[in-house]
């Protein structure tokens, strides 16, 4: 599969999972690049009803913290769509969620090509 096609495939499959386990409709914009070893997913963020309330109460660490352990309930789920597109296993997760502008960065880091050779 192309890189290019990789990505598409990434996006598609991380917003359905958000979709799935967020049971709504398919909302929040994935943009997907791939480098060498790495695959970072930026999800453009439409909150929940319950999220815009704490926020406008001046919980946003709670809201923060929520979407964190959130996405990493999740990142078995969405490391096994990487590792289907690019055919790579996911060494590392890591997330990130900034509520100004409404982002979470998803980063999953490859292993190398050598490493998922098999021994001779």
């Known amino acids: 599969m192309s890189p290019s096609a990789a990505a598409l495939d ?14 709504r409709e398919h909302r929040e ?9 790495l695959v970072m997913c930026a999800l453009r963020l439409e909150l929940t009803h319950a999220e ?6 001046d919980h946003h660490d709670a809201v923060r913290d929520q979407r964190h352990a959130f996405e990493l309930a999740l990142a078995p789920t969405m490391s096994a769509a990487v590792e289907r597109a690019t055919g790579r296993t996911v060494s590392t997760f ?6 100004v502008p409404r982002l979470t960065l998803l980063i999953f880091i490859l292993t190398t090509a050598a490493a998922t050779l098999p021994e001779p």
Do not use: F, G, Q
């Open 10 to 23: 990434i996006s598609a499959e991380v917003a359905r999972i958000h979709a799935a386990a967020y049971e």
């Open 29 to 37: 914009h994935v943009s997907t690049m791939l480098d060498d070893d």
């Open 52 to 57: 815009t309330l704490l926020i406008s109460h």
């Open 94 to 99: 890591h997330t990130n969620t900034d509520l």
